[in-house]
């Protein structure tokens, strides 16, 4: 039967109940860890990866899926007559939308193929995917769809705390002076996502510096209760304080949705131990 049917990648967090239910498909990247690949979702966990990311001599590098693993699957995806909304994390992180554009222009069917780039990942893209798969549950049409992805992504949040700088060393995104200092001083950064750009929003030292970014988060948050309906909290390795930190939205608006949830390969890579994100939009 046509219908409209949702894609997107493996960095997206979204529960196997979400995927089940509205038939989403769940494109993997790849992880090297020490020279073993592996596929994200498929022969490696979260919680695994994570283990042997720590564990691991060199940082491990992450790979956007292969053009063909795409052309296959837009293929299989329109056979039926249907068309294909694919909704993939930020450019800004990976070269996963390219390929996944480049791909539909190899498609079969190309003009059944549209290519979203949600500008966000994790919860973020999730909360997108979501929208889009219950649009179609509703027999939107795919422009109505397309608008309400704009709207939505004018109106998210993504905020994360990276607790230890290893990995934005070891990936070469600071240089190695200021990254040794960084180290030796304790030094924890924010980020942010506006409009699909990673940014550094402030740096800090210690526990402190967390609470208080707990503390911002918290209160634009507070300040916008009944225009919030889902939050995403998702960590690497630490999960009690990502509970906790649940816990105090709940306190301010015991009907807003929490998913909380280890994040993807994708993002641990990068942001390393003890990294968390906050994650949300308005309405």
Avoid: W
Wanted: charged letters at 20%.
């Amino acid at each position: 039967m046509a219908n409209i049917k949702i894609m997107t990648d493996s960095s997206v967090q979204l529960t196997e109940a979400e995927i089940t239910k509205y038939h989403i498909t769940v494109i993997p990247l790849s992880i090297t860890i020490d020279g073993t690949s592996y596929i994200d979702g498929v022969d490696i966990t979260r919680t695994d990866f994570v283990s042997k990311m720590n564990a691991a001599q060199d940082l491990p590098k992450t790979s956007q899926p292969p053009i063909g693993k795409f052309v296959d699957a837009f293929n299989q995806l329109t056979a039926d007559g249907s068309e294909v909304l694919g909704i993939f994390m930020a450019k800004a992180l990976s070269g996963t939308v390219d390929a996944a554009r480049q791909a539909a222009s190899l498609a079969k069917n190309p003009e059944r193929i549209q290519i979203v780039d949600s500008q966000l990942t994790d919860r973020a893209l999730g909360f997108q995917v979501l929208a889009a798969a219950r649009d179609v549950t509703a027999t939107k049409p795919l422009a109505i769809i397309l608008q309400h992805l704009k709207q939505m992504q004018a109106n998210q949040h993504l905020d994360m705390m990276v607790i230890t700088l290893k990995n934005l060393i070891k990936g070469g995104r600071l240089g190695p002076l200021t990254g040794t200092i960084a180290t030796l001083l304790n030094i924890r950064i924010s980020l942010r996502m506006p409009g699909g750009r990673l940014e550094v929003g402030k740096k800090g030292r210690g526990k402190r510096f967390t609470e208080a970014f707990n503390s911002r988060v918290l209160a634009e948050i507070a300040a916008n209760v009944g225009h919030i309906k889902e939050v995403g909290i998702s960590y690497v390795d630490t999960p009690e304080p990502a509970h906790a930190l649940a816990d105090r939205i709940k306190q301010l608006d015991p009907k807003i949705d929490i998913l909380v949830a280890e994040t993807s390969p994708i993002i641990a890579t990068h942001s390393g131990h003890g990294a968390y994100a906050i994650l949300y939009y308005t309405e």
